[in-house]
């Protein structure tokens, strides 16, 4: 890899000086209640809604682990960047009911509609599976992307960057978060989109790439029957695992909360559905164009993760190069400071608020701020842990992920169309699903030692994504039997909150929310989604 020059560092300071400018201008402005610092006033525009929405999705493991993707012959992974179209259902049907209920957390929207103990199940779940996934494996990959560009140490590079971005987000809020990102996003497009231009041009155009992997290696539709990637399975548990992330996740709904109104809110999820199309060509192309060079003996790097800071390094031009390394920072830091912030939101809002509700606004904020240095120093004391983790980082996230994702969706999904599912319901199959989740978690790493004819083998040996879209079954029948067996929740449980309960005025204002452009611009997003899925068929 060719180290960074002067010109490259020049670049990487530019970044830094305006993004401590943006973090200062936020600082600057009042912050003395709840709603200020979690949901920056509810006040934010829809380009900037969409922006932060994609740069929350895009961290340092995505953008290194979908090129490693590329690389290592897991072109299937794609259907995870391509669920555009899921984004879109955030804004044209769950946001509605979120906006209109007024929560501050996807937790507090399961009490309006449940009961405090789904809340409680959730905000605790939610919490150990940013601190144990999002937050360490960000960390994690950020530490090795840090020291690869700048040549730095390995735990330099992760706490350094770790402590920046909990600075920022300490100080700015929620504020600070959304408009740091909008940075962040444009940054991390146009770095990787001209190393895509760069890297297509250098291997001779797509058709020439396509020769020397084979245009099988192209192919994300795989048999039924495949081992690793079976395409039933395949879209059914993408697609769970899709709601669960887009949806209901705090993660990425909180984004869309800070705007003005539903109409600014759903046409941030239209322009960040839209973003959401980009990684396919901006990180996965990227990677295969890395293994045609090094299929040619013209690129070399010893593992798939490698793929992108190896090609980048070697193939950009002065300057841009380090533009490109502050995308990559830009893509870690983004990624931190969302899980940073919805793990504050969470914790105050849904936890020490429950426990102490008279708590004035001002100590809630510090509160806040408590809690996310509390999560910045778990973060950093996890690294040593996450160094042990083996495997693709990205096949791992999404493995993780398949097990979080089904009784989260199923209460969800259920909760908003269906008015007869009650609390004892979302309750046993909330329980229920994690333990689950759990026991495939521990079966998984012990099944080595388990006898290969027993139940217990089968399910921690079952491929991952056939797992996930039985399990999924299992909770929707789940939560429909438990309550249709115990008694129907009262009309103050389900008034508003679902399909079946919405008065003709509030079905009025939602129509008066968007207008033509929003609906053709979402009919073309689902069409391009498409049309990758059948461009990518291996012919």
Not at 82 to 103: D, E, K, M, N
Not at 298 to 310: G, H, K, M, R, S
């Amino acid at each position: 890899m060719k180290t960074l020059d002067t010109l490259d560092w020049v670049s990487i300071g530019i970044y830094f000086l305006v993004l401590i400018g943006i973090v200062i201008w936020v600082v600057r402005k009042k912050q003395a209640n709840t709603e200020d610092y979690f949901l920056a006033g509810r006040n934010v525009g829809w380009f900037v809604v969409g922006a932060s929405i994609f740069a929350s999705n895009i961290g340092s493991e995505h953008v290194v682990g979908l090129a490693g993707a590329g690389a290592g012959n897991k072109l299937p992974m794609l259907i995870y960047e391509i669920q555009a179209w899921v984004v879109l259902l955030l804004g044209w049907v769950f946001l509605p009911f979120y906006a209109r209920s007024g929560v501050f957390t996807m937790p507090e929207f399961l009490e309006k509609r449940f009961d405090s103990r789904s809340r409680w199940i959730l905000s605790v779940f939610s919490i150990i599976a940013y601190v144990l996934t999002k937050i360490s494996v960000t960390i994690y990959a950020g530490g090795i992307v840090v020291s690869a560009l700048l040549g730095i140490d390995f735990w330099t590079g992760a706490i350094a960057t770790v402590i920046l971005t909990g600075i920022y987000t300490v100080l700015g809020g929620m504020r600070a978060v959304v408009y740091t990102e909008t940075l962040q996003a444009i940054i991390l497009v146009l770095g990787a989109g001209a190393l895509t231009f760069i890297g297509l041009h250098h291997v001779g155009g797509w058709e020439s790439m396509k020769e020397t992997v084979t245009p099988e290696y192209l192919n994300m539709w795989r048999s039924a029957s495949d081992p690793d990637f079976p395409w039933p399975a395949l879209f059914i548990t993408s697609t769970i695992v899709g709601v669960w992330y887009w949806c209901t996740d705090q993660y990425i709904v909180q984004r869309t909360l800070t705007a003005k109104n539903i109409k600014e809110g759903r046409r941030g999820t239209i322009f960040g559905a839209l973003l959401k199309l980009l990684p396919v060509f901006l990180f996965l192309i990227p990677g295969v164009i890395a293994l045609t060079l090094k299929m040619r003996g013209e690129l070399q790097y010893d593992t798939p993760d490698q793929a992108f800071p190896v090609l980048m390094s070697n193939l950009l031009p002065s300057g841009l190069r380090g533009l490109v390394a502050a995308g990559l920072l830009a893509a870690l830091m983004s990624s931190l400071a969302s899980v940073f912030n919805s793990v504050s939101t969470l914790f105050t809002v849904d936890i020490y608020k429950k426990l102490k509700p008279k708590t004035p606004e001002k100590k809630l904020v510090r509160t806040g701020k408590i809690a996310t240095v509390i999560v910045v120093i778990i973060g950093i004391l996890w690294i040593p842990i996450m160094a042990n983790i083996s495997g693709v980082l990205y096949e791992y996230l999404q493995k993780v992920q398949s097990y979080i994702a089904p009784p989260i969706t199923a209460v969800f999904l259920l909760g908003i169309f269906h008015k007869r599912i009650n609390a004892q319901g979302a309750y046993v199959t909330l329980v229920a699903g994690f333990i689950v989740a759990a026991l495939r978690i521990v079966l998984e790493l012990v099944k080595g030692s388990l006898n290969t004819n027993s139940l217990l083998f089968r399910l921690g040996d079952m491929n991952f994504l056939s797992f996930g879209a039985w399990f999924f079954l299992f909770c929707i029948i789940l939560i429909v039997v438990v309550s249709l067996l115990t008694k129907a929740p009262t009309e103050e449980k389900v008034e508003n909150l679902t399909f079946n309960t919405i008065t003709e005025e509030e079905k009025a204002n939602n129509k008066s929310s968007y207008g033509w452009i929003d609906v053709v611009a979402s009919v073309l997003i689902v069409l391009v989604v498409i049309g990758v899925m059948i461009f990518f068929n291996g012919k």
